[in-house]
């Protein structure tokens, strides 16, 4: 997929299926250690050597899903948080907006730097004054990151024209602190199968100037996954 769409780097994320059983990721983190990083899903009991392992691995942060099954979710957040410093990782918080409100005041104190995953994950039809997605965009702007991704998880109809606001709205309170994911390969969606040429076509129309494309697709992917 990254040879077919000209991309030279590439983030693993850790499948909710696969649990907090993250070998197949570290396998081919350490098969591509130049091209890949990987977003793993671990539970806290680990001995650090584990931990340490798989940053050498390539891991630079850990997923907390409160959305799909095989997720940890947000009730250690502190605990995750000092894991994170400790490694040099940062937290993915795959998330709906809806939620964010009764969470805020706790990930505004986080130490180690976060990503909201897929704008929030809610139907874009809701617009940018849906509740929760103020929070976000308030989030953002005061120092966290988020991942323009997921367009087709959030509209139904290609080019997910009705995304543009949602994303717009977050590159522009944070330009330094979006990144891009294509989501591939676009597990558990059951509806038209897009591929990923479509969706960095989208990310053009959220972003039509060149410039801003390549910070969020390059100086801000490098910075925040060390590449």
Partial sequence: MLDA???????????????????????????????????????LSL?????????????????????????IGFDALSEYDALARDMGWH?????????????APAISKLRAPFVVDHMGHFPAE???DAPGFRTLVELIRDGGWVKLSGA?????????????ALAQALFNAAPDR????????????????????????????????????NRVLVDNAHRLYGF
């Fill in 178 to 213: 979006c990144v891009w994911g294509s989501d591939w390969p676009h597990v558990a969606h059951y509806g038209h199968m897009m591929n990923v040429g479509d969706l960095l076509e989208t990310l053009a129309m959220w972003l039509p100037c060149e410039s801003d494309r």
């Fill in 91 to 103: 937290l993915q918080f795959l998330i709906s907006v809806k939620d964010l409100p009764a969470l």
């Fill in 5 to 43: 769409t000209g991309m030279t780097y590439g983030v693993l994320i850790q499948v909710s299926v696969h649990g907090t059983d993250n070998r197949l990721m570290r396998q081919t983190l350490r098969a591509h250690h130049e091209r890949l990083r990987g977003i793993a899903v671990m539970p």
């Fill in 126 to 128: 809701r617009g940018v």
């Fill in 152 to 164: 087709y998880r959030l509209s139904p109809t290609l080019p997910y024209k009705d995304t543009v």
């Fill in 47 to 71: 001995p650090e050597n584990e931990y340490v392992a798989a940053r050498e691995d390539g891991v630079v942060g850990l997923r907390l899903n409160v959305l799909f099954g095989g997720g």
